[in-house]
């Protein structure tokens, strides 16, 4: 299998697990990838259910916007995913969801703070909120790149969530703890607030999680399970 069809199959997979496990419903939110090796990207077609995707339903883009292959429109949100692409290196794979906790925040612009170990660990702080701009404009792009400064996350004004990481599972794990890490947020402030964590913690946890986490530790602390 070619590294297209590859790349293709796991935003595919991806999709239907973001479906699965009620991070969007229906066509919202989009899902892409860098293709490795390429200059390219692979991202989701625009208003086409994720349980019915096939690979070749994905779309491979230049970095321009230009389709190189595939024969779907892509997600309108071309420009929100090629201005992250181009502006953060580190960025491998984006997720875009609409769930329901995180979308709650958004509606309201407000953050969610840096109070949960797993949040501060995989976003890298708090989960900051973006300056609303329509869908599918520059302007997005362009306001999600400044409130996604130095970390992996970012609340949507008045749309939905996005998570971005070194890869597909990852970027989709910091969609998940996000919208927990909302939930949680949201409960808090119902019995008394939400402590955050200092700032030399949140340095601490996110270190460790980028240098030791997983089965890199051999010894020395533990944060997670």
């Known amino acids: 299998m070619d590294q297209l069809m590859k790349t293709r199959k796991k935003v595919v997979e991806k999709g239907i697990e973001m479906l699965s496990?009620?991070?969007?419903?229906?066509?919202?939110?989009?899902?892409?990838?860098?293709?490795?090796?390429?200059?390219?990207?692979?991202?989701?077609?625009?208003?086409?259910?994720?349980?019915?995707?096939?690979?070749?339903?994905?779309?491979?883009?230049?970095?321009?916007?230009?389709?190189?292959?595939g024969t779907r429109q892509p997600s309108i949100e071309v420009p929100l995913h090629l201005a992250i692409y181009n502006?953060?290196?580190?960025?491998?794979?984006?997720v875009h969801t609409h769930s329901a906790y995180a979308t709650a925040m958004a509606v309201a612009r407000r953050g969610i703070p840096?109070?949960?170990?797993?949040?501060v660990q995989i976003v890298g702080g708090n989960v900051r909120v973006n300056e609303y701009a329509l869908p599918g404009t520059?302007?997005?792009?362009?306001?999600?790149?400044?409130?996604?400064?130095?970390?992996n996350a970012v609340l949507l004004a008045n749309h939905g969530m996005l998570g971005a990481g070194r890869d597909l599972d990852e970027?989709?794990?910091v969609c998940q703890i996000v919208e927990k890490s909302?939930?949680?947020?949201?409960?808090?402030?119902?019995?008394?607030?939400?402590?955050?964590?200092?700032?030399?913690d949140i340095d601490g946890m996110r270190n460790f999680y980028l240098e030791a986490y997983g089965q890199k530790l051999d010894k020395g602390m533990n944060l997670t399970s």
């Open 21 to 69: 496990t009620n991070l969007t419903v229906g066509t919202w939110g989009n899902i892409s990838c860098r293709v490795p090796g390429e200059d390219y990207i692979a991202i989701t077609p625009t208003g086409m259910s994720y349980d019915t995707l096939v690979p070749e339903d994905i779309v491979i883009l230049d970095f321009r916007g230009i389709t190189i292959n």
């Open 171 to 173: 970027a989709f794990r």
């Open 87 to 94: 502006a953060r290196e580190d960025v491998q794979a984006i």
């Open 114 to 119: 840096g109070a949960v170990e797993d949040l």
């Open 138 to 151: 520059e302007q997005l792009g362009i306001n999600t790149v400044k409130a996604m400064e130095g970390r």
């Open 182 to 200: 909302a939930q949680i947020t949201i409960f808090a402030q119902l019995i008394g607030g939400v402590v955050e964590l200092s700032p030399d």
